[in-house]
């Protein structure tokens, strides 16, 4: 748990008074390792820190990218769960220390390893003044594992047998086995609780609008341009949110969003870049937040594929040997992460990448192994895709690292569709490596579930079953004291490791920059599922 | 050939341009790896899930058959949904004309601004070696800056010091006129640099041309002050082939804003062109391509007429000017 | 010794200084092992100083080898697609002149077509569909100067078969082959010399504004374009990385069209500069 940046944090000033703080109990209590002055910290140094929080106002945001997806259900972009996360709810919610907190279910128990029973919070409405009952968060759940939706999510919920409304407030939810990542599922936007009464009767389309219980509405979405939301009226939360609005303008070059923070026209800016501390260094008035998130960098091998040099473990684990983590993440992240398995390093009870075996850089193992696998001269082409600047230094650096153990690798950055297409469509996938990220969402045993290829069509492509690391990855996933799951969950780590078939390099953070004299509000310093402004219903403009 | 007989072969022309543009386009996306499902859907649809989306576009027929019917469609102006806001195609277009439009209008105006003048000057000056020297320079120097660099350099100059204009924060010219033009002064001048040196050229050009034609030679014979002869003769007659040269711009200019919207995030048709690109918004993507094409024809048309209205010869001896 | 080229013109004779100085470093990194393009030298994103005179990159290497490569990548994409662009403009032109009539208009029309297509959209469109690299540049500028040439060089050779001579020679009952060889190919020499130079300017504009978009040569190849590219995410914190190849691709450019201008008054006076 180290990271954020060495850079000292400017001053912090209003974010400090904040309704956050009381309602979450502050977001500097446990591991994180907040420096004096941070997120959290009350002892506020500048003029505005007497400002009372005030209803109204829009808060202004900037990303550097747009998005089309508004599916909860089927969207796979955390820019994407960042917009839906203003208007929908989950049924459990989380937040910077990764703890499960109540959301749409004000409580809930579990009468058996295998059985769930959620009590909704009374009083909820969607946006339309409908009021949210058990039938909506039975037929959104039941949605998300129909196959015939298509989502990425099913997977990560685990063995639902199944759903049922005990009565208007009261829903539960039986698994065929135990499953202890099932309530961190539930807290993804992913799992959002949509209207299903209009969804079926055809009245609100989710690929079209958005219609939510949560703190805002979508009031328009200008492609590539601005999302606006406006307040929900009906918000459970009374006197929440503060906010009348929020804009979520698509600044796609760094440059100019840093220029638009600094003269004043936006309040909030969001980068991916691991350069973003260093351009926003000196900005006046603006507190900048690096925020870790279980999100991580991984190899991707295709070992499926007719004629793949990587159907061999030894030429996999070649490669493995050959990366140089450190030189990764020193020259390609400018030092803005940490080597992870894969179990992503910034959540409790993840794995310790030390020690993992593949992990330590040896060059000669790698030629050794070549050898023993009657490979010579390895050459193969890794794919960059297009959607993050930081895919092609890390390429860049991988082909360095795998020179010197006498592997060539060419790069080529096809377009987006291309990329999806030899990577997740084609079947067999017809790609040789991918650098690519993944989530590590919330539960360490959680993203894993992905590296069992037999029951995941997104990975079949490109990923060989092996009944260990299936077998190692359904015992990090059995519940238990928090020390046998971190065993198991080592144990999945050292199997992954071991198989070498997704190479996980190193955790990917996101930089927050916030215009102290105008936004009250906390950014925490984690966020396993990237909803960098989660609690944006206690956020406010600062009134002179 | 009459004039009228000129504007309708032009007219005609015009339209296989077009028709042809807009056939190009249509094969070459769809022939594009990677279609419009998979990059909706994401990785994880089912293989029945991306049949039905491609049902439902009417992207499993045929390439010639949906040309046929976007075709008709365009016709009764209907430019087709796009496919990744699912919203009309012609809404879309015509949110991002105003910013595209403003871009190009003052890039030319600032072309036209600071080129004519210069280009008079030159034409006009004194014929030394280091006159002509020092021109040539400037004018290739403005001509050889690649758009992107000049681009970049402002937007590094402006982001880390705090001076009036703006970098990547646009403005619409309703909501505010003031911050409007903050926001477009950097982009059009960027984009319009190159078209000052290419103005300033054809005006230099013209004039030169201009002055050894008989007429000014029967001028100054005649003893007309040489300010009369400047203003009356030289000048009216070196306008001519400014026209032509203004619609060749635009079509450059319109080339150009892809990059310049980019790199100063303005939204407009350019950046929409590459976003649909990247998303194989193939309805946009065509749509985007001929709204360009069309303005790039009508232009050149407006000026061949211009050119027709202006200078009596060409009704006869258009051909012999080549297509320019 | 052989007078140099280009008596009394300063300016091109500079820049045939400028260009033959950028051809000959762009083949140092070939020679000289230290100028490694995709070797880390240093920490990264390091000011220029006397160790590294560019400074160095995002992944710590050496700006200068990589804008050394990037100039010999530019300099031969452009090259390479405007021989390409030459030849079929210089057998396209003379076969439309030669025949006239529908073929002639067919010519007219396509490159008419071709012309309507803006420049950067055509060569993003290219791109897509070839796959991104230094095959699509190479295309895409084909694409683009085509056009261009073809109208240009028609246009001259249109003159030339116009001339007496070439009548009389038609007449007399010379081979078209022959005809076109012997009689309008040299008589067209300085048009296609004087085109083929602002192609070649075109071919560095558009190579630049392709590799800048994504959509030229990828990683770890680098172009003058690309490099821009690269270096423009780093802006505010190293201006150097995309500044530096800028202003070399700009000096490249500006020393081409120079150069281009130079051959023009000496081969083809009467020519004005075709456009973008």
Not at chain 1, 433 to 448: R, T
Not at chain 3, 124 to 134: A, E, K, Q
Not at chain 3, 234 to 251: C, D, K, N, R, S
């Amino acid at each position: 748990m180290k990271v954020r940046t060495g850079r000292r944090l400017l001053a912090r000033t209003a974010l400090a008074a904040t309704l956050l703080l009381a309602a979450c109990g502050g977001s500097d209590s446990n591991s994180s390792t907040s420096t004096p002055g941070s997120v959290g910290d009350s002892s506020s140094t500048g003029p505005a820190s007497t400002a009372v929080p005030v209803a109204g106002g829009t808060l202004i945001t900037a990303e550097a990218q747009d998005t089309a997806e508004m599916d909860p259900a089927i969207s796979t972009f955390d820019m994407s769960w960042r917009l839906q996360a203003f208007v929908y709810e989950t049924l459990v919610t989380t937040n910077a220390q990764s703890e499960l907190l109540p959301g749409i279910a004000e409580s809930w128990e579990q009468p058996s390893d295998t059985s769930f029973v959620f009590t909704l919070r009374p009083g909820v409405t969607f946006s339309n003044g409908r009021a949210l009952t058990a039938d909506d968060v039975v037929g959104s759940l039941q949605r998300i594992i129909d196959p015939n939706t298509g989502s990425y999510w099913a997977p990560q919920m685990g063995p639902i047998d199944k759903i049922t409304a005990v009565d208007a407030t009261t829903v539960q939810v039986d698994l065929t086995a135990p499953y202890a990542p099932f309530l961190a599922s539930l807290a993804n936007i992913s799992a959002a609780i949509l209207p299903m009464t209009e969804l079926t009767d055809g009245s609100f389309d989710p690929t079209t609008q958005m219609l939510g219980s949560g703190p805002f509405m979508l009031k328009e979405h200008l492609a590539d341009q601005q999302w606006t939301f406006e307040r929900n009226p009906n918000y459970w939360r009374e006197g929440f949110p503060l906010l009348d609005g929020v804009e979520v303008r698509v600044v796609p070059d760094d440059a100019t969003r840093v220029a638009a923070l600094r003269d004043g026209s936006i309040d909030i800016g969001y980068f991916g870049s691991p350069d973003a501390p260093a351009l926003l260094d000196g900005v006046a008035d603006v507190d900048v937040t690096v925020q870790r998130s279980s999100d991580m960098y991984w190899l991707q091998l295709n070992s499926v594929g007719p004629d793949s040099p990587f159907a061999d473990v030894r030429v996999r684990q070649a490669v493995a040997y050959a990366l140089d983590r450190d030189a990764i993440i020193t020259n390609a992240l400018a030092g803005n992460g940490e080597a992870t398995g894969v179990a992503s390093a910034g959540l409790p009870g993840a794995c310790a990448a030390d020690g993992l075996p593949t992990y330590t850089r040896d060059v000669e193992k790698a030629k050794a192994l070549l050898a023993e696998a009657g490979v010579t001269d390895l050459k193969f082409e890794i794919i960059v895709p297009p959607y993050l600047s930081t895919f092609s230094p890390i390429a860049q650096v991988i082909q360095q690292n795998l020179g010197d153990a006498g592997i060539e690798v060419t790069i080529s950055s096809p377009e987006f569709g291309t990329y999806l297409q030899s990577v997740y469509i084609d079947q067999p996938a017809t790609f040789e490596g991918v650098v690519d990220y993944f989530a590590g969402y919330l539960d360490p045993a959680m993203v894993m579930q992905f590296l069992a290829p037999a029951r995941n069509p997104v990975t079949a492509g490109f990923l060989t079953e092996s009944p260990e690391l299936t077998a190692a990855i359904d015992a990090a996933a059995v519940p238990g004291s928090a020390d046998e799951r971190a065993a198991a969950v080592a144990a999945a780590c050292v199997a992954a490791a071991d198989f070498a078939n997704v190479i996980p390099i190193a955790t990917k953070n996101s930089t927050v920059a916030v215009r102290t004299d105008r936004v009250n509000g906390t950014v925490a310093d984690f966020d396993a599922y990237d909803i960098y402004l989660r609690g944006i219903e206690t956020f406010s403009i600062v009134k002179d | 050939m009459s004039l009228a007989r000129f504007l309708v072969v032009r007219l005609a022309g015009a339209i296989v341009t077009l028709l042809v543009v807009s056939m190009v386009v249509f094969a070459a996306i769809h022939n594009v790896p990677g279609g419009y499902e998979d990059v909706v859907l994401g990785p994880l649809a089912t293989p029945e899930l991306r049949a039905q989306t491609a049902e439902k576009y009417g992207l499993d027929q045929p390439i010639p058959v949906q040309y046929v019917k976007w075709l008709s469609a365009v016709v009764h102006g209907d430019l087709g949904t796009s496919m990744t806001s699912k919203t009309s195609v012609s809404s879309e277009l015509a949110r991002r004309i105003p910013a595209t439009l403003e871009l190009v209008l003052l890039a030319l105006a600032f072309s036209l601004l600071a080129g004519v003048p210069l280009g008079i000057a030159a034409g006009l000056s004194s014929d030394s070696r280091f006159s002509r020297a020092t021109s040539r320079l400037a004018g290739s120097l403005t001509m050889s800056i690649p758009d992107f660099v000049l681009g970049a350099t402002l937007v590094y100059l402006f982001s880390v010091n705090s001076w009036w204009l703006r970098v990547g924060s646009y403005v619409g010219i309703t909501e505010d006129l003031v911050g409007n033009i903050r926001s477009m002064v950097l982009p059009a001048f960027t984009l319009g640099l190159f078209g000052v040196a290419v103005i300033m050229r054809t005006q230099r050009d013209a004039i030169r041309g201009v002055l050894t034609q008989t007429f000014i030679t029967a001028a100054v014979a005649r003893g007309d002050a040489p300010r009369t002869i400047i203003r009356r003769n030289v000048i009216r007659n070196s306008s001519i082939p400014l026209v032509t040269i203004v619609a060749v711009l635009i079509g450059a200019f319109i080339s150009g804003s892809v990059i310049v919207e980019s790199l100063f995030s303005i939204p407009g048709i350019g950046v929409f062109f590459l976003n649909s690109v990247r998303n194989r918004d193939y309805a946009v993507v065509q749509a985007a391509v001929l709204l360009s094409a069309t303005v790039f024809v009508v232009a050149n048309m407006v000026a061949d007429a211009l050119y027709a209205v202006l200078d009596p010869r060409v009704g006869s001896t258009s051909a012999a000017r080549g297509q320019k | 010794m052989k007078r140099l080229p280009f008596r009394g013109d300063v300016l091109s004779r500079i820049a045939m200084f400028v260009l033959g100085i950028m051809v000959l470093a762009s083949l140092l990194p070939l020679v000289v092992t230290s100028l490694d393009p995709t070797e880390t030298v240093g920490p990264r994103l390091s000011s220029p100083s006397g160790e590294w005179w560019f400074g160095t990159d995002n992944l710590g290497r050496s700006i200068l080898a990589r804008v050394l490569e990037g100039i010999r990548t530019t300099l031969l994409i452009s090259l390479a697609a405007v021989i390409v662009s030459t030849i079929l403009a210089i057998i396209i032109a003379i076969v439309a002149t030669l025949s006239r009539g529908v073929v002639d208009q067919l010519v007219v029309r396509a490159a008419d077509i071709f012309f309507a297509f803006p420049a950067v959209l055509l060569a993003i469109l290219v791109s897509t569909i070839v796959g991104s690299g230094s095959q699509a540049a190479i295309l895409a500028i084909i694409f683009i100067t085509l056009p261009l040439m073809v109208r240009a060089i028609r246009a001259a050779s249109l003159g030339v078969a116009d001339r007496d001579f070439i009548t009389s020679s038609w007449v007399g009952g010379a081979s078209t082959v022959r005809l076109a060889v012997v009689h309008i190919l040299p008589n067209i020499a300085g048009v296609v010399v004087v085109q083929a130079t602002y192609a070649a300017s075109i071919a560095m504009l558009t190579e630049g504004a392709l590799s800048f978009l994504g959509f030229g040569v990828q990683a770890p190849t680098a172009s003058l374009g690309s490099l821009v590219q690269e270096g423009n995410l780093y802006l505010t914190i190293a201006p150097w990385f995309t500044l530096i190849p800028g202003a070399v691709l700009a000096l490249a450019i500006l020393s081409v069209n120079l150069l281009g201008d130079g051959l023009r008054d000496r081969l083809d006076p009467r020519a004005a500069r075709s456009l973008t």
